[in-house]
């Protein structure tokens, strides 16, 4: 047990004031006082107190984390009516009892405007006031005359930019006044050595998940163990923390597991525990909470600590980039490091953009809605095209040059100044810039929002990635932040979810996947949809209608999603960005993104199938199959609001995400579970983003595309042919004369005016062809760089659902074929490569693999009622639900296959959390999935999974003596599969989720696995 005296010391953190020592250095002729003391340091933490209607900051320094509290800030927001209308409006308005003042000032309400105009300041009477207020103010408008400003902004972000703060920025506090040490925007910053203490939990699972109602058996807080009852393992964690006092508690699934059952087994025993420097002021969220597959399904809420910060080492920005990323996007966004681990960059894109009205004295709008400007046939045909490609040439190329613009659409934005208010403004109709293609102008008079925030963004990144290859012991510091800055925002769903459309006057339900790449089988971007394509949605007056899909989209994927939660076992896997309807009363729907999104919000569903399901048929629907049903029928009374009942980050294994653009208003379409959800086209594309206009994505990809054929004719100019392009990348093949590569790059980059770099020179790179139509696939490639690092793109070895023998596989025949230096030497190693395939077969044949290399990933799609087939996923759903851990379309299950063909569930599949170790998997089956990743690599070479499993069946030549040597490995940089992406590998529990082969019987095995 825990002893208290082994680890005392005196710290200044759970104070309410600072100590009176002084200072060094500088500081040392500086004697904190008692309430309006003077002290200098980093803000680490930053919320209103909405018991005593108060400020709080922490700031830390070398003595530790001190807590001020300011009592004079009062938040308030505005509203813009006809000025006529305003006294009447005041008057009313000043008799509420929420209401301390109302007053008449006056502001700029647009960006566009260069004037201010006169509107309502609302100054509340208590904190926890606003929105209430400004819900009846609205309705008084009738929802429509009245606009309401700066009602949603954060308080820690108001008060920021009313002092001109930062999180995570040196300061320096006196008589109550703040004074900033370090420009907001600085390229080099020191970072406080914050102390961080890792808090595990090793709980009981008799079921194999861990569950809220199981035994707390011990704990671990950095090394230090804990254990015994129940009771006395809490209050040892209690003790713990306040003796070693740290400033960043780590956690595993903390949100979503540690910290509500900590939570309810203190409420259970009776047990005070104070886990932050100020009281907590989290409660366990209604739901239940539980790890499964790996990682968690169901986050109950988010706990967030008070003067110590709570972040989870699965969060994006800590997975991604560690603390020096996460600060970054802090300093940047002005939001505190632990509201900002738990959003994403996007939230902190439009963060910034918000700060940035703010001090030009631009109000911000509470709702938004921009209607698309009208256009005629022929704009709707040229604006409706997305980024420009080249199909790719299938094979193996030697010699090929990559050329990729840095942040090609922010660079296009920043460029051409493309923006809300500077498209089509009203002060340059006749001498204004120009879209190609496009009937449209950009301001030449003003900057726009979006170019003044990206700026920095960019000219940051191009420093830190530079930085980041420089030896030092700064180097981790900047691939963090090089890292963070890097994402950009798509707005789309999961390949997975499930949509009732109308096609050609048929009726199915399919994944939003298999719809989209109908359209775009072998590239992204957004096209025209030409057929008879109809949702189901609903019209301004909520009555039921179809609508036709306009456009579809298809996008990269980010490495994570969000997973919507709804009441009903409804749920949702959307990109961060992504919009959704929130009712907030008579029929007025706000929209928001799903990561504004918070338990409770009421979101509409449809009480009533929407469509006659008379008869159901699973059918083959263009290479994808789908349930076709008989009529989709609109009827009335559909509306039900239903809460949001958490809002998780989780991984994402597939490469692309998708989306549809529908007709008329409302604009958005129904899923299959009845959910009415917002479309998303681009964060500067939707109607309803706060600095954003379709127009605007418009004319980005016009000058993209504009972009990439002006650089095909400069390379072909110089002597190169372009075998590949795509949007921002080409690859081009030198012709004999043809100029050196570097003075191809400084022509574009002097002709076109923006940054491209060489990405480098390939020894040979090999495309591949799309697995249904033969054609070269846009990003689906492998190649060996000059300096032997490799470029893998949409093979096994970068995907999530490989079992990791298979991948150790493709990684040894990469290695074999990396020792060739030409095209030539690449095909006379291809059998060597395929010996290494036709090895791994023979160690899965004699039982040579581990078993937990077998494990299978898989998304579930649907719920287990509705598989009529005993699938593999299904077999692995009637497992967890037997022992009572219900799965949600949406959520991953982890199982190895026993016998493919089995017709019971427990004989088919083990759940990857019930393995023993010494199960045996269905070899031959496993043998298909592997000849299948040889296929991915070798398809160019007449390799087909028929072909190379035929090969595998006699390998009588082969021993498992007879390893064929392994060459070169590939780089950490270039491969993730096999591994998950969080780093809270299993979940709470520092126990090994299934049985660990001892060291005796791992000999057995070859060292490679």
Known sequence: MFQMDACKYLVCALSPTPPPETLKGPEARLVPLRGESRIHGWIIDAYGDYDRDSMVLWLWNERGAHRIEDPRFLPTFFLHAAPAELPEIRRRTEILDGVREVREVPRRIALEDDEARPVLEIVPRHYRDIREIAHILDSNGGYVDHRLYNVDLRFSQRYAMDHGLFPMGLVRYGN???????????????????????????????????????????????????????????????????????????????????????????????????????????????????????????????????????????????????????????????????????????????????????????????????????????????????????????????GLYELDFSSLYPSIMVKYNISAETLDCACCPTDGLAVPELRYHLCTRRVGIVGRVLKPLIERRRYYKKMKKEPGPLQDVYTGRDTILKWTLVTCFSADTLIPYRLNGKCYIDRIEDVVNRYLPNRTGTVSCKDELRVLGFDNHLHPEEKRIAKVMKAESPKELLKVKIKGSRELLVTPNHRFFVFTGAKEFEVRTADELRAGDLVPISTRALWERTTSATINLDGGTAQEFEDMKPRKTLFEFLPIISIEVTPYENPYVYCFEVENDLHGFVTADGTFVGQSFGYQGYKNARFGRIECHEAINAYARDILVRTMEIAESHGYEVVHGIVDSVWLRPKPNADAIEKVREHIAGSIGLPIELEGRYKWIVFLPCKTTGVGALNRYYGLFQDDEFKLRGIELRKHDTPEFINICQEAMLGELSLASTAAEFLERILKAVDILRWTAKCVLDRAIPVHQFILTKSVSRTLTEYVVLTATAAALKQLEKRGFPVEPGESVRYVLMDARARDSERKVRVAEFLEGDETPDAWEYIKLLARSGQTLLAPFGYTEDKLFAMCKDLSDLSLESMPDRAIAIQEDYKSAGESRSKARGGVGYKKPWRVIDDASADEFPADF
């Open 176 to 398: 109550g006044i703040w004074t900033p040490e370090e420009e907001h925007f600085a390229l080099e910053y020191p970072l406080p050595p914050l102390k961080r203490a890792l808090l595990d939990l090793h709980v009981d699972h008799p079921a194999g998940i861990p569950r809220m109602q199981d035994k707390l058996l011990g704990a671990r807080l950095e090394g230090i163990e804990l254990d015994g009852s129940e009771e006395t393992i809490l209050r040892g964690i209690d003790e713990a923390l306040r003796s070693a006092d740290p400033d960043i508690l780590m956690t595993d699934g903390g949100d979503a597991f540690v910290m509500p059952y900590l939570a309810r087994k203190a409420a259970e025993l009776g047990v005070t525990m104070k886990l932050g420097r100020d009281p907590d002021k989290f409660a366990e969220r209604k739901g239940k909470s539980y790890f499964t597959y790996g990682k968690i399904v169901f986050k109950p809420g988010q706990y967030i600590l008070r003067g110590r910060l709570h972040l989870d080492r699965g969060h994006f920005a800590m997975r991604e980039s560690d603390f020096a990323g996460l600060a970054e996007l802090s300093r940047l966004s002005t939001l505190t490091p632990q509201e900002q681990a738990r959003l994403t960059p996007g939230t902190a894109f439009t963060a910034m953009q918000t700060n940035l009205a703010y001090q030009d004295g631009c109000l911000v709008v509470w709702k938004k809605n921009r209607p698309e400007d009208f256009k005629d046939a022929e704009n709707l045909l040229r604006g409706d095209r997305g980024g420009f490609t080249f199909e790719p040439e299938v094979g193996v190329h030697e």
